[in-house]
């Protein structure tokens, strides 16, 4: 496998390739870059199989490099210092990412993970939806790419009902197609929805506001009635909370 390290520091440029011939045991050839121009020389000359990426440089970002390649065809690791805006924005992309200090562990893991989907690649369509969170673009315009064990999927967030826990997996329920089932914990996707909006009514669901037709009190707690008759409870503990935004937004 074909791997080309992007950085503008030489120091962590030879670390990461310390950790990545060590993690590939000879099997991985390693090229290196150190910057927005040479990296796109060198993914033109090198055609790697998986990029390892940073997003800060000395002439631009791995974001102004990755607008100027059409088509990628390698798999991409960011990697970064702790910024959680980028961080988010990597979360709602699936796009795989590092936070510097580079963890050995993983960064053999994200290298394996690489490894396993080489021949699928969504990757010009997670980097619109990075694109869509890197420029601020409108909530109701925006995407979250969601993976199952077979497929990736690219859903509009206005399309989401709500978001339901089962167990440490999560199953989205859309407005306009069958219900996807994620093997990520619902904490995890309130941390990402929330921002835009999106509400914990219960522990177990995470509901889209802008699909709520109804606020039912016949129990104790009431519960939700969103587009398409769907029932969320409302727990006890969220009552207030929940009243409240209803009536103020």
């Known amino acids: 496998m074909k791997i080309l390290l992007i950085d503008n520091e ?9 950790m990545v011939e060590t993690v590939g045991k000879g099997m991985y050839t390693i090229a290196e870059a150190d910057g927005v121009q040479t990296g796109i020389e060198k993914i033109n000359s090198f055609n790697p199989e998986v990029v390892l ?9 791995g974001f102004d490099l990755l607008k100027q390649i059409e088509n990628p065809s390698f798999k991409l690791i960011f990697t970064t210092a702790h910024n959680q805006y980028a961080i988010q924005a990597f979360k709602f992309s699936a796009i795989d990412y590092l936070l510097k200090p580079v963890d050995p562990i993983e960064l ?10 080489i021949s699928g690649n969504a990757l010009q369509n997670q980097l619109a939806v990075l694109m869509q969170q890197i420029s601020g673009k409108p ?6 790419v969601l993976k199952d ?7 509009k967030m206005a399309d989401i009902l709500y978001c339901e826990a089962e167990g440490s997996y999560t199953k989205f329920y859309l407005s306009n197609a069958e219900p996807i089932f994620v093997s990520r914990n619902l904490r995890s996707y309130e941390e990402l929805l929330a ?5 914990r009514t219960h522990h177990s669901c995470l509901v889209n506001p802008t699909k709520i037709k109804i606020y039912d009190r016949k129990t104790d707690s009431g519960t939700l009635i969103l587009e398409g008759g769907h029932s969320i409870p409302v727990s006890q503990r969220k009552k207030d909370f929940v009243i409240q935004f209803l009536e103020n937004r």
Do not use: C, H, W
Request: aromatic share 6%; proline share 2%.
């Open 53 to 61: 990426l940073d997003v800060e440089m000395n002439d631009g970002t």
């Open 149 to 155: 064990i077979d497929k990736t999927y690219f859903i």
């Open 195 to 199: 921002p835009s909006g999106f509400i």
């Open 139 to 144: 909530d109701a315009e925006r995407q979250i």
């Open 10 to 18: 030489e120091v962590i440029r030879t670390t990461l390739r310390d």
């Open 108 to 117: 053999s893991n994200a290298l394996q993970k690489a490894k396993e989907n």
